[in-house]
């Protein structure tokens, strides 16, 4: 669903981080044309300076399925 604003476990601000992450793997994806490898997302993550596992578990877990369920309504 949506990105929560902030990670369950230690409350650091996560929201604004996964767009980041998103745009990010985009590119690679674009310009690679393929899926980014773990240490590309890996790398990614330490970029934006998550380095806790509870916030990268946040991230790399969050399934954007809202477009998907809105016509069910
Ligand atoms: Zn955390």
Redesign the pocket.
């Given at each position: 669903m949506i990105i929560p604003v902030r990670?369950?476990?230690?409350?650091?601000v996560?929201g604004s981080d996964y767009v980041r992450f998103s745009n990010k793997v985009e590119e690679i994806r674009k310009s690679k044309n393929r899926e980014a490898n773990s240490e590309e997302i890996s790398g990614i993550l330490d970029d934006l300076n998550v380095t806790?596992?509870?916030?990268?578990r946040?991230i790399l877990s969050n399934a954007e399925l809202l477009e998907e369920i809105l016509p069910f309504d």
């Open positions: 990670c369950f476990s230690c409350g650091r996560i806790r596992y509870c916030c990268r946040m």
